[in-house]
DNA sequence: ATTTGCACTTGCAATTTGCAAGTAAAATTA
DNA sequence: TAATTTTACTTGCAAATTGCAAGTGCAAAT
């Protein structure tokens, strides 16, 4: 549905197809910083996602590989989805897009605050976030 | 146009309204790397971006002032379209999305090796890459 | 047994996209 | 000087995507 022909050869232009929309990196956002890993957890995002877009987005990133389904651990009604290390390995992406923003835009002085300090040592908060990322998203795997 | 109204205050959500589709980075790659200047460059480029959507992805990155247009000193037929240090400033989102794709997909040997390259010491790569563009975007300048 | 929660799907109108053709001014060619 | 070509778009229209609202089916709670 999503995948398949790509436009050219240059991987920018498929890394697009991936997550180049206005909702697929909000979703990761929501599953690095959030805490959120459920649909209901996406929907209720500030942004106000529409349902059928938020299933269509996670059926993407599923099929690309970013995201994976897994049994919820409380209860068989619930999916929790989780960032692969694939999807992990997106952080220094949305990291550089945060710290462009905070050059050029306005936004709440506590995420200022924390933007400017995880840019003073940039690798260093890269692999300490990596790391919790991928202990968060292997403890409550139950599975596939 | 485009702009005004802020989905959230989230500074990722309102640079996906900058920058989150499937055309605008791929203009601001050309701009960087692909020599290219002009709409009709920008309309030649491999991916085949369409004329209006063209027109209307330039008309938002003017506005958001990544972009900017000035007079070709070759002509007056031609208009000259240059990063503006916002723009330029986009370089590390795009070398990091470059970086992810270089790990999960297959590219041109030669693109693998720029960029494996450019990883090696990516401070020193988006210096003076940048430092190279903020000379070739005033070089030409005529006006505004 | 009934209601609620969860993860979706479906229908439909509105917006956006993509393709093709057209336009106006400037530059080139005859 | 006139005709053609180049350049940067705009316009029209069909197709695809988005967004909103209202389902649907299964699980869990009451």
Redesign the interface.
């Known amino acids: 549905m999503e995948a398949s022909k790509k436009?050219?050869?240059?991987?920018?232009?498929?890394?697009?197809?991936v997550f180049?929309?206005?909702w697929s990196?909000?979703i990761i956002?929501d599953m690095m910083f959030g805490n959120k890993c459920t649909y209901n957890d996406f929907l209720k995002s500030?942004?106000?996602i529409a349902t059928n877009i938020l299933a269509s987005r996670l059926k993407g990133l599923e099929e690309n590989?970013v995201i994976e389904k897994s049994v919820h651990p409380d209860s068989k009604a619930k999916i929790l989805y989780r960032l692969t290390p694939?999807g992990i390995?997106?952080l220094?992406?949305?990291?550089?897009?945060?710290?462009?923003?905070?050059?050029?835009?306005e936004?709440?002085a506590d995420?200022k605050a924390t933007i400017k300090e995880a840019k003073k040592d940039k690798d260093k908060f890269i692999k300490q976030v990596t790391k919790e990322l991928k202990i968060k998203m292997t403890e409550k795997k139950s599975s596939s």
């Open positions: 436009r050219s050869d240059c991987p920018l232009s498929f890394s697009l197809d180049g929309d206005k990196l909000l956002r500030e942004e106000g590989g694939k390995d997106l220094p992406v949305i990291m550089e897009v945060y710290i462009w923003s905070e050059k050029y835009y936004m709440p995420l």
